[in-house]
């Protein structure tokens, strides 16, 4: 029986090579199999219809922000959150962000703002006859639907996020509670997207921007009660 000394180079160089190519063709065989099962996670038309959502939703952030809708929400909403703010921090002498959160008007304040946001997404549309050309194009109802309230839902996001500067005072002045705020802050996003998601229903009935607004908050103010 031979030993390792008495196998030729050549032979024993062979047999390493092809050692090397079976390990490496067992890597690829790995790593394809992993990637296969990855593709299997996140299907191909789940990812043509999140393009297609965030494609409408790019499209009508930029209708907002070619239009002074975008700029007059997001100033009114700032200069009232700031007077509530302010109001409690000089009259009353609290440095603190419950007045903001807890109060009657800011509650009151976001059932207008949301249904203000959307009552142009889909009455637009329908007034300008562009709707039906929108529901002809290789896209799903939900896919517009989403697409736009996620623009809203962006919209006013930029709007909290300036909103921060309230939070950034409180913490010069004084401890800041971060749990509360944090919370106070998802809290009142998540009611004015309760109310942005009624709005967009609203503007879905007619073709005037002013009656989905109108019928939006009543509905809004109702549910409220």
Known sequence: ME??????????DKSLLSLKAEQLESCLSLIHIYFGRLRKLVPSEEKLTMRKMSTIMRRELGAY??????????????????????????????AELRELFDGFWTTLLVAILGPAITMRLFAEER?????????????????????????????????MLAMGCFAVTVAFLGPLDKGAALAGFVGLYLTTATYMAIGLMASAFTKNQIVAFLMSVTMGLLLWL
């Open 3 to 12: 030993t390792i000394a008495q196998i030729p180079q050549d032979i024993r």
């Open 65 to 94: 922000f070619n239009s002074p809708i975008a700029y007059v929400v997001i100033s009114v909403f700032l200069v009232l959150s700031a007077f509530l703010f302010f109001n409690a921090l000089f009259l009353q002498q609290q």
């Open 127 to 159: 007034s300008n006859d562009t709707l039906e050309l929108l529901l002809t194009m290789p896209v799903t109802d939900w896919d517009i639907v989403l697409g736009k309230y996620f623009a809203a839902l962006v919209l006013f996001g930029y709007a």
